[in-house]
């Protein structure tokens, strides 16, 4: 398999305007003991980025729009060649920085939206006003043909919301809606219970088939979630639906599960490189290493990528290859990021016997 870094988010602040229930970094308005970098640190690891590969880049937090210099980060990016994305919640866009998006080459931006309500949405992010913002971006992004995807984080608290929220997607004009399916790091963590069983956790992550075979004009994929693409192999082969085809894809890399430390990673405020946006261990720092040395040599990452290692059902299950199990859970509810996946119910069929 190819481990080639396609994605790397950034959180180039930790700082943010809002508390929300899930938040992985604990994100508050002032830094806390985790400064932003400077501007000529960001155009250095942009340079020790662009130097080994050319990944597409998500801007990220906290909230980035609180960094002053974000746009002149991304045009920076931009003329290196990469393919330059923003991560926001969306409350602080405004018609100017809408112009700012589109001069400093930022392709793509993603806005968090988890409520298909004020009420829904302004609970799950602690800030009255947040749902407001964000259909306000959005309206701003339409009207200034900036192109965004909306990301939808669900516990409990908002279950029986999700086929709301992917209605309201579908109006927006957004080119894609991604389910995350939370996982338990930072402020997390402190929501333990508010996690989706894994019994309802199946049961969505089938609902979504039926709905994926049916939308053809947004895209759609859950994230977080890799056990989705063993429900795709199972539902396609019970339901006759062009089972080789879906098989082959997967088999491919046209799409799987787990990527963390795969296919993409997170760099933090610190300069640690960590497998994914949820996964609290690093593998290296870059300022004490370079981006090749530590995507390619860490330990962390070598051991992620093996899937004869992995340990109780995910190191025994014939899915193993789409799916991997998701590293971050198994670390958050073990300890050890080479367990099984905690909240997947398959009983592989060699453990059957």
């Known amino acids: 398999m190819d481990f080639e870094p396609k994605w790397v988010a950034w959180e180039i602040t930790r700082r943010c305007n809002l508390k929300c229930v899930h938040c992985r970094s604990s994100s508050e308005l002032e830094a806390c003991g985790h400064?932003?970098?400077?501007?000529?640190?960001?155009?250095?690891?942009?340079?020790?980025?662009?130097?080994?590969?050319?990944?597409?880049v998500v801007l990220s937090g906290g909230e980035p729009l609180l960094r002053k210099d974000v746009f002149e980060i991304a045009k920076y990016g931009t003329g290196k060649g990469l393919r330059m994305c923003m991560a926001t919640n969306g409350t602080l866009v405004t018609e100017e920085i809408a112009g700012k998006i589109k001069e400093a080459g930022i392709k793509m931006v993603s806005m968090s939206l988890d409520g298909s309500t004020a009420a829904i949405h302004d609970n799950f992010r602690n800030s009255p006003g947040a749902f407001e913002g964000t259909m306000r971006a959005i309206k701003i992004f339409n009207d200034h043909g900036i192109k965004f995807l909306i990301n939808s984080s669900f516990t409990k608290r908002n279950q029986e919301d999700i086929p709301n929220l992917y209605k309201?997607?579908?109006?927006?004009?957004?080119?894609?809606?991604?389910?995350?399916?939370?996982?338990?790091?930072?402020?997390?963590?402190?929501?333990?219970?508010?996690?989706?069983?894994?019994?309802?956790?199946?049961?969505?992550?089938?609902?979504?088939?039926?709905?994926?075979?049916?939308?053809?004009?947004?895209?759609?994929?859950?994230?977080?979630?890799?056990?989705?693409?063993?429900?795709?192999?199972?539902?396609?082969?019970?339901?006759?639906?062009?089972?080789?085809?879906?098989?082959?894809?997967?088999?491919?890399?046209?799409?799987?599960?787990?990527?963390?430390?795969?296919?993409?990673?997170?760099?933090?405020?610190?300069?640690?490189?960590?497998?994914?946006?949820?996964?609290?261990?690093?593998?290296?720092?870059?300022?004490?290493?370079?981006?090749?040395?530590?995507?390619?040599?860490?330990?962390?990452?070598?051991?992620?990528?093996?899937?004869?290692?992995?340990?109780?059902?995910?190191?025994?299950?014939?899915?193993?290859?789409?799916?991997?199990?998701?590293?971050?859970?198994?670390?958050?509810?073990t300890g050890d990021y080479m367990a099984e996946e905690p909240f997947c119910g398959h009983v592989p069929a060699k453990l059957l016997k």
């Open 35 to 56: 400064p932003d970098f400077s501007f000529e640190e960001a155009t250095r690891v942009l340079d020790d980025i662009s130097s080994y590969a050319s990944p597409v």
């Open 168 to 333: 309201l997607a579908k109006t927006t004009g957004a080119t894609a809606w991604y389910m995350f399916m939370i996982v338990p790091t930072g402020r997390g963590e402190d929501i333990m219970s508010e996690l989706i069983s894994k019994e309802d956790y199946e049961e969505v992550l089938k609902w979504h088939y039926e709905l994926e075979k049916e939308e053809d004009e947004l895209l759609i994929r859950p994230t977080c979630a890799p056990s989705y693409y063993r429900v795709v192999l199972q539902q396609a082969k019970k339901q006759g639906d062009d089972f080789k085809r879906r098989t082959l894809q997967f088999s491919t890399g046209g799409s799987k599960g787990c990527l963390a430390g795969q296919l993409i990673c997170l760099i933090d405020v610190d300069g640690n490189v960590l497998p994914c946006s949820y996964f609290p261990l690093a593998a290296g720092n870059i300022r004490e290493k370079s981006f090749k040395e530590i995507w390619e040599k860490s330990e962390l990452f070598k051991d992620m990528r093996d899937f004869k290692s992995y340990k109780g059902r995910c190191g025994a299950c014939e899915y193993v290859n789409v799916c991997g199990g998701c590293r971050a859970r198994a670390y958050a509810v």
